[in-house]
């Protein structure tokens, strides 16, 4: 009989649920705490993540980094600025990071007292909302440039998230970001989630996103959201794909 798409995307979500979740009794198990960081391209993730990372090694909490893309390792070039134990992934073409992922590279690379760990997902609204890495918090993140429609365009990436942090702040107004529109938007798809502001050039949200990922680690509760990761068909986007074509 044949395996419908989805009946394998469900099979695939399903795997690494399993994965995800065995990885994070794991790693809570030898006190590592993971957040996943989650984006479009641009956003200001590494950017953040340079001064969060900069700002645990002064404090000297033990903190480490893994950034995924498709292709170079600048970020981490720009992550190891901080003094923090960086590490690149590439995913070789593929548009999320999964658990087995993760996994693999843990195991020969994360520094034994490694307290905190930060994931640098590929830049991706859509894709790697589906994949639980095994975090202990998601942090979907997006920009003053890219419009406060989209909590409402991207409800997975946002409705799963355990805390919403608004990039680029110092930008806000040349870009005529309506700041109310955006919270009214994030408040529809994930009720009572905290949104920070943060600018990476002044330095502003730094200590904010910090703390409250500090706050985790040491068992805090976390914001409950309405969404699980859920799955996407990429197969699915074809037909909306070609309706909407210019020609
Ligand atoms: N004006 C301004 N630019 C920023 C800020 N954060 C990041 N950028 C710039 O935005 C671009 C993309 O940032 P990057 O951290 O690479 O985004 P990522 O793709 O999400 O990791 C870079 O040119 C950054 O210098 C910010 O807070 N304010
Ligand atoms: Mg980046």
Redesign the pocket.
């Known amino acids: 009989m044949c395996e419908s798409v989805d009946d394998v995307t469900q099979a695939v979500l399903a795997k690494n649920d399993g994965l995800a979740a065995s990885l994070r009794d794991d790693l809570t198990g030898r006190g590592v705490t993971v957040v996943n960081l989650l ?1 479009s ?8 993540l340079g001064r969060v990372l900069a700002r645990a090694v002064e404090r000297g909490v033990p903190v480490a980094a893994l950034t995924a893309d498709l292709a170079t390792e600048n ?1 981490a070039r720009r992550l190891a600025r901080s003094g923090a134990p960086v590490k690149q992934l590439l995913t070789d073409g593929l548009c999320h990071l999964e658990a087995r992922q993760l996994r693999g590279h843990l195991e020969s690379w994360l520094p034994a007292d490694t307290s905190l760990l930060f994931v ?1 997902n590929v ?1 991706n609204l859509v894709c790697p909302a589906s994949y639980d890495l095994g975090e202990s918090l998601r942090i979907v ?1 997006m920009a003053v440039t890219e419009g406060e429609d989209k909590p409402l365009k991207y409800p997975t990436a946002f409705g799963s998230a355990h805390l919403v942090v608004l ?5 806000a107004e040349p870009a005529g970001f309506d700041g109310s529109a955006f919270l009214a938007h994030v408040q529809r798809v994930n009720p009572g989630v905290e949104v920070v502001r ?4 002044d330095g502003e949200g730094v200590d904010a996103v910090l703390e409250r990922v500090l706050a985790v680690r040491d068992g805090a509760p976390v914001h409950r959201p309405p969404l699980a990761p859920r799955p996407h068909h990429h197969e699915d986007a074809a037909p909306g794909l070609a309706a909407g074509r210019v020609s």
Request: hydrophobic fraction near 20%; proline fraction near 5%.
């Open positions: 984006s391209p641009g956003s200001g993730k590494t950017e953040l970020d640098e830049g993140l990039t680029k702040s110092d930008l943060s600018c990476a050039r």
